[in-house]
């Protein structure tokens, strides 16, 4: 499916029935890392899951320029007026997560309830903030299969690198076809995004915070605790034997803990 809105053409999914779940998806991937969600959470009318690809990801247009998380955000309230959905449960995964507070900031009315991912609050530290800039040039020069190939290995468990090639090879090809406009636009954006910890104490909706206890990106035992700590009543679960795609890895633990928090919370 496809929406016309804010200038672009956004890709997305839509399937079951339920509470409407929005699922956004980290960098540098695209709606298929929520395939297990589609699959296993539609059914049985848990939730009405809509999966987009972000701006400059996947099958939706790519203009050039810096994709700042309000920009997405604004992408996701457009997708929403057009699907003449009101209030949202919104999930995010890493950038998606990012995304999910500039969500909360600007449009705390259309929020249900919150699903925080294998993300942070905090906005860059400088050394991460030149990293981002370095790798816009590596890419500029090299194209984007350099970036993915170091990327890949930080982004799953160790067991998953080892018991599960397939799994493994469908990362990395989701990686290398995203455009590189979409790529650099999409570090430019992280690079300036904002520190959101102040915000966490202002959620006020139902909130489930998912890490993979394996995640070297953003650690459980660091950023899941704090994140979870911040928000008030939220609840935090850790995947064993998963990484930075916790969804992925461990598909059937994460979607026993979405659907049991869709259901206990009556989000
Ligand atoms: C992601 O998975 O979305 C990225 O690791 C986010 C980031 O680069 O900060």
């Known amino acids: 499916m496809e929406a016309l809105m ?15 779940l929005l699922l956004v998806h980290g960098y540098p991937l695209d709606h298929t890392l929520w395939q297990p969600q589609v699959d296993g959470l539609a059914d049985a009318n848990v939730a009405r899951v809509i999966a987009p690809d972000l701006r400059g990801f996947g099958q939706s247009d790519a203009p050039e320029g810096v994709y700042t998380m309000e920009t997405h955000a604004d992408d996701l309230r457009a997708l929403l007026d057009v699907l003449q959905v009101e209030r949202v449960v919104v999930c995010g995964l890493s950038m998606g997560g990012y995304i999910a507070l500039a969500f909360w900031r600007k449009y705390a009315d259309r929020v249900r309830g919150l699903i925080l991912v294998d993300t942070r609050a905090g906005a860059d530290a400088p050394a991460a903030r030149q990293a981002r800039l370095d790798m816009v040039e590596q890419v500029r020069q090299h194209g984007s299969a350099p970036a993915a190939d170091a990327m890949l290995s930080r982004l799953l468990a160790s067991s998953t690198h080892q018991s599960r090639p397939a799994l493994v090879e469908s990362v990395h090809a989701m990686m290398l076809r995203q455009p590189l ?55 935090l679960v850790i995947i064993p034997n998963a990484g930075h795609l916790s969804n992925l890895e461990q598909p059937e633990v994460f979607n026993a803990a979405v659907r049991e928090f869709l259901l206990a919370r009556d989000v």
Do not use: C, W
């Not at 200038?7 to 409407?20: D, F, N, R, S």
């Not at 636009?185 to 992280?190: K, P, S, V, W």
């Open 6 to 20: 804010n200038g672009i053409h956004l890709h997305y999914v839509q399937a079951g029935k339920g509470a409407p």
């Open 181 to 235: 406009v979409g790529i650099i636009g999409a570090q430019l954006g992280m690079a300036e995004r904002p520190d959101s910890t102040a915000l966490l104490s202002t959620i006020t909706v139902p909130t489930l915070v998912v890490f993979g206890a394996e995640d070297i990106i953003t650690p459980a035992e660091t950023e899941g605790r704090s994140l979870a700590d911040a928000i008030p009543g939220a609840k």
